[in-house]
């Protein structure tokens, strides 16, 4: 036999390397915990409060300018085209950019309040 006396053993024979096997949490970290949200209405609930503070600054900036800016309803389809049509009009660049900012953080907090909304109503999340 060629390998004997050198300490050398054919593939199969070898051990395999053994590595010590670790518990699934070994360090006890949250993980699963981060992933769950504790309350949708809550959730919810912190969309509700810039997105109305938004609507009611971009009111004011509309009905300064004389423009139809109605609160409740369908009227937003109108408030958001008057506050489009004051982006649109205005001379000073600088207040065009802080106006479309406005509008961006609107969409997007009205998007965040829609999301938790829709998931309430899918899950059935109840008060």
């Not at 070898?14 to 949200?37: C, N």
């Not at 969309?47 to 609160?71: D, H, S, Y």
């Not at 207040?95 to 309040?113: E, K, Q, V």
Request: with cysteine; proline share 9%; charged share 15%.
């Amino acid at each position: 036999m060629p390998l004997a006396g050198h300490g050398l053993r054919p593939t199969p024979l070898r051990r395999r390397a053994s590595r010590p096997q670790l518990k699934r949490d070994p360090l006890g970290s949250h993980y699963l915990s981060l992933m769950t949200v504790p309350n949708p209405w809550l959730m919810f609930a912190l969309g509700v409060v810039p997105t109305n503070g938004l609507w009611f600054t971009m009111a004011r900036i509309v009905r300064r300018r004389g423009l139809p800016f109605p609160i409740w309803n369908w009227g937003m389809f109108t408030g958001l085209s008057s506050f489009q049509r004051v982006i649109r009009q205005e001379a000073v660049p600088g207040r065009r950019a802080s106006y479309r900012w406005l509008a961006i953080a609107f969409y997007a907090s009205f998007a965040w309040c829609l999301f938790w909304f829709v998931r309430i109503l899918v899950t059935g999340a109840g008060p």
